[in-house]
């Protein structure tokens, strides 16, 4: 909750997780957003999170410059970069995980919603730098990772990865990107 940008959910629910601080993406022209992200940073920050198609902050698509500018910042200052693929992951973009087409390899990446196609399911990926810090079990809850919502995400994933089903998505994110370009 403390890591969205939106104050509607920050009415509740104290206290919230301290120290996230949250820059503008495409509000500005780019390089006064990468100042921003600048200026946003200090020592104290460990991590960048992203989302490459903003779900609930408004529909933002993220300009591939300007993530692979975040990646190149994490790699220079040793800060993990998190992208947030609940909502772009698992095919929603027309490849199994958004980073793909924006070409970043994020530390960390979470999924859920698709993953599941229902069932209450989600997951986080990392990467070598982190992944020996979490292990199984540490970190769940009572029903988390139950063999029915792990049967039916291991089901979405060997459905989703197939290419030909993600090339029919791509060619559906055409269509709509097009129609909504031609009907305005
Ligand atoms: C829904 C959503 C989440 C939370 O997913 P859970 O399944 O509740 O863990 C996180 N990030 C984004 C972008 C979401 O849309």
Request: with cysteine; aromatic share 10%; hydrophobic share 40%.
């Amino acid at each position: 909750m403390a890591a969205t940008g939106q104050d509607s959910f920050h009415q509740h629910f104290f206290p919230f997780t301290e120290g996230f601080r949250y820059v503008p993406i495409n509000e500005q022209r780019e390089l006064l957003d990468a100042l921003a992200l600048l200026d946003a940073l200090n020592d104290s920050i460990c991590g960048i999170m992203i989302e490459l198609v903003q779900g609930e902050g408004g529909v933002t698509v993220m300009e591939r410059e300007y993530a692979q500018y975040v990646e190149q910042i994490c790699k220079e200052r040793d800060i993990l970069l998190i992208v947030d693929e609940v909502q772009t992951g698992i095919g929603r973009t027309g490849t199994f995980l958004c980073c793909e087409q924006y070409h970043i390899h994020p530390n960390i990446i979470t999924l859920a919603k698709g993953l599941g196609a229902g069932l209450p399911i989600g997951a986080v990926l990392m990467d070598e730098t982190v992944g020996e810090i979490f292990q199984p079990g540490q970190h769940g809850s009572t029903f988390g990772g139950n063999p029915v919502v792990c049967a039916g995400g291991v089901e979405v994933l060997k459905q989703v990865r197939n290419e030909a089903f993600l090339s029919g998505v791509s060619a559906k994110g055409v269509f709509f990107f097009l129609y909504q370009y031609f009907s305005t």
